[in-house]
């Protein structure tokens, strides 16, 4: 397998003008005749300049010059450029005696080798200045896409942690008030019980929630602790199951992510009046999971869940949104036939 780096050079502009260079220079290689020792000179110096001129243009004409709106100032530096390279073709012309040393090779009669003539170095130096500044223009749309990309995942990190820290004392608020319900009710027993959960529900969230992600062994492990939490206060009347995965992979995911929709059930679905019931499915197909909740439906509810219970909801939706952008659909729907509330998580896992 080609490692990264050698797949970088590989499509990188650079990499490809040397090749070009070098092979336009090595040209008179596969020529049937034997070119003097100052010929090659001049193709070796050939190959020093027009390799400056390109990166003369991608590095300093672009960006110091022409991204700086200085387009006078261009047009000048690219006449100068393509005057100076035809200057300095000729001066090696003539320091290294090449037209004397071709006429002695091949004889002025039979002498036909092509040569690098003035109009060549013009047009070599001019593509040569435009493929530079081609190729700055892409490092710079690269640097301009890369910060952008950088900046967005700082936005979509910083979001993250702001949501989290919403969800978690909106989590506990919760909670102490259903340790406070038992105390008050003078159930000694529960509440110990229920202050012992708590802690090692705490623990939970304070050392996995600060990583991005936890096992799914884990938050199951969470939902059932909060689940005995709740039923400590639940009437006899109020039925609560939790179908979970009998041997579940530890995939990894997001932590707390089903709570808020368990919260909305134990908070709206159940009654002291009525009968009522909160049924908890998780199930895993490989790399997908599938959360339902279901919960009674009472008339004394009020209209819009998310409005009565918001934090949690909708940072929820938001999370789901930034973590698992197009691999997750959710879908909540109230049913008046059923009397029935129902959310419905599936999630793509990698």
Not at 137 to 160: C, G, H, M, P, T
Not at 227 to 251: A, C, G, H, W, Y
Not at 302 to 317: H, R, V, Y
Request: with cysteine; charged share 20%; net charge positive.
């Amino acid at each position: 397998m080609i490692s990264r780096r050698y797949t970088k050079l590989f499509v990188s502009p650079q990499f490809w003008v040397m090749v070009f260079l070098l092979a336009f220079v090595c040209t008179p290689l596969i020529y049937p005749v034997k070119f003097p020792v100052q010929f090659w000179v001049k193709q070796g110096f050939g190959f020093a300049i027009w390799s400056g001129v390109f990166f003369l243009s991608g590095h300093v004409l672009a960006p110091k010059v022409i991204f700086k709106g200085q387009i006078l100032l261009s047009i000048i530096i690219v006449i100068a450029l393509m005057i100076g390279v035809v200057w300095l073709d000729t001066k090696l012309d003539e320091t290294l005696h090449l037209q004397q040393a071709m006429d002695k090779t091949f004889g002025k009669k039979q002498h036909g080798v092509p040569h690098l003539g003035n109009f060549i170095t013009l047009v070599v130096t001019l593509l040569l200045i435009g493929i530079g500044t081609i190729a700055a223009v892409v490092r710079r749309f690269q640097a301009d896409k890369i910060r952008e990309q950088a900046l967005e995942q700082e936005k979509v990190i910083s979001e993250l942690s702001f949501l989290k820290t919403q969800i978690n004392p909106h989590f506990f608020f919760n909670v102490l008030n259903t340790i406070y319900a038992l105390i008050g009710s003078n159930n000694a027993n529960a509440a110990q019980e229920s202050v012992y959960t708590l802690s090692h529900m705490m623990r939970y969230v304070l050392y996995e929630t600060k990583h991005d992600q936890t096992t799914l062994t884990k938050e199951i492990a969470f939902i059932s602790d909060y689940i005995k939490l709740m039923q400590l206060r639940l009437l006899e009347s109020v039925q609560v199951i939790f179908e979970k995965p009998s041997n579940p992979t530890d995939t990894r995911l997001s932590p707390m992510l089903f709570l808020p929709y368990i919260e909305n059930a134990f908070k709206h679905g159940v009654s002291s009046l009525y009968p009522s019931y909160v049924y908890i499915e998780l199930v895993q197909i490989d790399k997908e999971l599938m959360f339902e909740i279901r919960n009674s439906l009472f008339n004394e509810q009020p209209e819009d869940k998310e409005e009565s219970n918001g934090i949690g909801l909708k940072n929820t939706k938001r999370r789901l949104d930034l973590l698992y952008p197009n691999r997750y659909s959710l879908q909540i729907d109230k049913n008046e036939d059923a009397r029935e509330f129902v959310v419905k998580l599936k999630l793509e896992l990698q």
